[in-house]
């Protein structure tokens, strides 16, 4: 099963961006479908994790008010060739995401 | 100290993301009352032609920023998400938010004990008005 996490680091001045693409269908569960009536159920991250080298430097909550498909980015400064980052995610129905990614430079 | 994750689904605001109104929003937050400030950087489009994909950025050079919450006002559930910075990292994050009518957008934020709050608005084109 393919990672619903995509991981991308970029260098812009002195900061080092973490871009976090999450495939989730963020469904409120407040919606009807067209075709039968009945609510789709709630379907949405319910929290993200970032941590480096074990560290934790960002804990985030969240919630279908967020767009389908989320794109999360980050910044941190002093990171260095070899450090790892890791995004844990969390959603609704107790789904548990997990996502590396070490820096090159 | 890595908590296991499950406990960060146990620790999941559900008062706050299950508010219908933004008094009770920042209620949950402890946010009652917050200064407005001058230091938080929010960027959302002033017109959205997309309510369901409004890109947002914010960012906060309030000094010992330790959380951020995104709040939209005129949404079913206008907690967005929250965010704690801790061990350096920048108090800023990138994300694209649902606002299913004209609203206003608020960020709060906790530093130092203290709270501040910016906000913008948004407006959502619709079929009534495209003339």
Known sequence: ?105 | MLRPISAMAADWNKTGFDARSVADVLKSLNAGSSAASKSIQLKVPEIADEGSVVPVFVASKIPNTQMIAIIVDNNVHPLAASFVFSNGADPAFSAQLKVRRTSAVKVVVQAGGQYFRASKEVKVASADMCS
């Open chain 1, 1 to 105: 099963m393919t990672n619903p996490i995509a991981l991308k680091l970029r260098q812009i001045d002195d900061r080092t961006e973490i871009e976090i693409k999450i495939l989730h269908p963020m469904e409120p569960g407040d919606a009807l479908t067209q075709k039968s009536g009945t609510p789709r159920p709630p379907s949405f991250l319910q929290s993200i994790v970032i941590q480096l080298n074990g560290r934790t430097l960002v804990e985030g909550q969240l919630s279908a008010s967020l767009s389908k498909n989320p794109i999360f980015a980050f910044s941190f400064s002093g990171i260095k060739a070899g450090d790892k980052f890791a995004v844990y995610c969390t959603d609704n129905k107790g789904g548990e995401f997990k996502s590396e990614i070490v820096a090159q430079s």
